[in-house]
């Protein structure tokens, strides 16, 4: 039987690089119930014994403020774990105690990894380790993940600690009239089998008067138990006069009394290099060209190296449909393997170099820091369209997915402000979306497809600014408050963890192309081959009523069609584009049969509109209204032709 142990931390600990070198490709990722918030689990064998990971999303404490914070504790309350293994920064003890010091409360066994132990002996901070060991009396580990120091002393303690009895601190014991009270409250709950599993987590809800747990708490509760709880709640608040910080204040100060206790800091006039980074990234001359050049790059090595296993994917299928040509004889079955699985399928696995690679480049940005400084870079844009800096941080997520973009908006403070940010987030191209307009623009363009795409790229920026200035001028009008956000150190990425989160995302890609894609790609052939005597079949004749609505923008009936299979899933584009043109080498016939004009115009128009039914349907979700949702699908199709429109017809005079 396996143990299951829960990985906890704040964002920027190292959390998730520490279950990467603990399970390395032993995992999954798929998402927590009911929503599209990551879910990585894996598994890594001790001696044979094998035990169960979980990668819980990074919280600051155990008050939720963000569905990220509310899954971690509703996974910690409900699932029982044999173990929790608590990361901290070690460059940063103060900030990371904060949630260490509440976990005590949950009465799990608990192990703590101090990570970046490296970064914090660069900054002259030295810690007393067995001091640290005596206050907390639980194991801890001094390490950093990134140099794989301390993980097999951790693997070795993990294996000891396991269901052991709670440890807690001595700072929780002498003379401490907060946790005192908590015992007392505990002594009451623990006869409730609903809060015998955590009474002293359930405690510390009720004195902090938590609005999430304390009206259910109290309608469980008999009323000679309630009328004890009141008074001693009572007792805690005399004399205090912020109620509201009474526990934060406390925690806090805890954690300051522990860092005094267990560090020691040299200090330095030196700038440290973070700073020095720091003078020239988010300098207000040079921080914006800066960013630009850094994505230009980046389209640019995606092409370059995308381009390279792209083109020998392309010379595989061609050689496999070959030899389809020469052992099946004519009829449905050549047709349907050579044009709907080659022509179809195949096409959007050629995909995948661009895909991989420009995962690895934006997690190398993610990782190093740099991510979150393009928020703060951003944050007075923002303001100006009327959003909130935060804001930002959910369009940023919407160059990976839109899905978890939208969702991301449940952190921003006022209902106008996460509306407006959802409505904004269709125009941020996703990373299907960007991955089929660069595998087109290469096909179109040549060496110069990268400077296309980024074209494109600044232009959906431009977009997503002017639609934010409608929303906020026309429909909600709000001010937005200032954006207060940590800037993480900068430090160099390992190549193992962008490798391993750029596979789950390519094996990602692969369950779609096998499934929703594959699907789409069946009923587009099938669409398209029969009836016999009709060249194109039922979605030529489908394609041929509504193509004039688009002749104008000069799409011919395969690229019109395409459009509406992308509404599925962005990909489908290239699919429904391989199978309609009868399984005929898709670069070949893109580069014979389109004029550059027209196809810049049908990216553009690509880049713009509709967002996946996917996106659609948490749109609906997260607004509550079908208002909201038609109206940015009308207005993303309106705005799509008018553009598209406008563009052609100037790059036809001016070409």
Known sequence: MSEKIVIVGQPNSGKSSLFNSLTGLDQTVGNWPGVTVEKKEGFFFIDDKKFEVVDLPGCYGLTPTSIDEKISLDYLLSSSPSLIVNILDGSNLERSLFLSLQLFFLDIPLIFFVNKMDVARSKK??????KMKSIFSCDIVFGSVKNGEGVDELKRLIKNNVNKKVCETKYFKVSDKVYLHIEKLSEILIKYKEFEKHPKFYSLKIIENDKNFVPSIFKILREEDLSKIKSIVDEVYKNIKKIDFLTLDWFYSLSRGIVGEVTKKEFSDKKSLTEEVDNTLLNRFFSIPIFFITFLFIFFITFFLGDIFSNFLTFLFEKLSFLLTKVIKGGFLLSFLTEGIVGGVGSVITLLPYIFFMYIFLGFLEDTGYMARVVFIM???MHKIGLHGKSFISLVLGFGCSVPAVLSTRVLDTPKDRIKTILIIPFIPCSSRLTVLIFLGAILFGKWSFLVI???????????????????????????????????????????????????KVKDFLKRAGSLIFIITIIIFLLSYFPKDVEGGFIKIAGEKIDFLFKPLGFDVERTVSLITGFFAKESVVSTLGVLYKGEQLEKVIASRWNKVDGFVFLLFLMIYLPCIATAVVIK?????????????????VFAYIISFLVRYILLLII
Do not use: C, W
């Open 125 to 130: 901070i030295k810690i007393d380790f067995e």
């Open 379 to 381: 944050d007075r844009f």
């Open 454 to 504: 980024f074209s494109l790229f600044l232009l959906s920026i431009l977009f997503a600014i002017f639609s934010g200035f409608i929303i906020d001028r026309f429909i909600l009008k709000e001010k937005s408050e200032g954006l207060i956000m940590e800037l993480p150190d900068y430090h160099l990425p390992t190549l193992k963890n962008l490798l391993i989160n750029s596979y789950f």
């Open 621 to 637: 979700q997260e607004t509550g209204s079908y208002l909201y949702l038609f109206g940015i699908v009308l207005y993303s199709i």
